[in-house]
């Protein structure tokens, strides 16, 4: 396909890459993968992937905060990419689109150990790169339960549709190579929850059970409040083990302090005294409920301090 003229000067380190001294193969491999071939790239400079672009325009960020410790964005999902001396732990997988597993290989060459938060699609769609995941037993019920049918068949075209998952619980650690990485259940919003706390970092990763924009509570026939109140009591008891939340959507890192702000408002809605907003507006919710589906009905925001809750009345 491509004329095999050797660069004798090709600077490219890569020496193991099938195309390498051939300029055309090389050029034509970096245009269609959507950034410039080393020899043309500025030195430091980060290249977006250009190849991951979706149908709905996100695309995969990446930024390191804490050494090796990677957030993966897509739009507003935050995946976690968490790198030891032997293996790397990505808590959570977005919705799947683009080649998150390639994405994610650019950053680390270390095993990957892909974890969910919980089962919900936005978390779990990105798990068929992979031939197996860890999560919950009650989050496990969910996650391979895609959110329309169009999500469901690209679940299916991906190469490990029906993945393996492994359960954890309270008793799971991960070590990861000079960083070990704690599951802590905290099952609320979803029956499947968990929390992980990881030793490098110092941060808690809180997946949907507490984040900047709002916690979604919208079961009625149990007490999610109830159980959110006693995960904030059990996250408060632990905060000598980390320094700064990570939620999974609507900013990252965000401050401990939230926790607080989070019991107390579970403890004002279950008393009956919270401050109600006019309309449910809030970051990444739109102010009216919508006509169908689980955001439908009648939802009420609560806040206290920096926490948002958005629930249906019980
Ligand atoms: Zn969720
Ligand atoms: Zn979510």
């Known amino acids: 396909m491509y004329k095999s003229v050797k660069n004798e000067n090709c600077p490219c380190r890569r020496n193991e890459c099938e195309r390498h001294s051939n300029c055309e193969a090389c050029v034509a491999n970096h245009r269609e993968r959507g950034y410039p071939p080393s020899c043309q790239r500025t030195e430091g400079a980060v290249y977006r992937n250009e190849a991951n672009i979706s149908e709905r325009g996100y695309i995969y960020g990446k930024w390191m905060g804490k050494d090796d410790t990677w957030t993966i964005s897509y739009g507003n999902v935050y995946c976690y990419l968490l790198v030891g001396t032997e293996k790397a732990l990505l808590i959570d997988t977005a919705y799947g689109e683009g080649d998150l597993r390639r994405f994610v290989e650019e950053i680390t060459d270390k095993p990957v150990i892909v974890a969910n938060t919980h089962g919900h699609f936005d978390h779990t769609g990105g798990n068929p790169w992979w031939k197996e995941a860890y999560m919950s037993a009650e989050a496990a019920k969910d996650a391979k339960r895609a959110f329309s049918p169009e999500m469901q068949t690209r679940l299916e075209s991906m190469p490990y549709p029906d993945y393996k998952i492994n359960i954890i619980d309270e008793n799971t650690t991960f070590d990861l190579g000079g960083r070990t990485v704690q599951v802590v259940p905290i099952p609320a919003h979803h029956g499947g929850s968990v929390a992980f706390i990881d030793s ?62 989070f019991l107390e408002l579970d403890k004002q809605i279950l008393a009956g005294t919270q401050e109600e907003m006019p309309n449910t507006a809030g970051f990444g919710f739109p102010p009216q409920p919508a006509s169908e589906g689980p955001f439908s009905g009648d939802i009420r925001r609560a806040q206290y301090g920096g926490a948002s809750v958005l629930y249906k009345p019980f």
């Open 200 to 261: 490098a970092s110092r941060y808690l990763f809180t997946g949907d059970e507490l984040e900047a924009g709002q916690v979604l509570m919208f079961l009625t026939e149990t007490n999610q409040i109830q159980a959110h109140k006693e995960n904030m009591e059990k996250l408060l008891s632990l905060s000598h083990l980390y320094d700064a939340i990570c939620p999974a959507h609507n900013g990252t890192p965000i401050n401990k302090k939230y926790v607080s702000d």
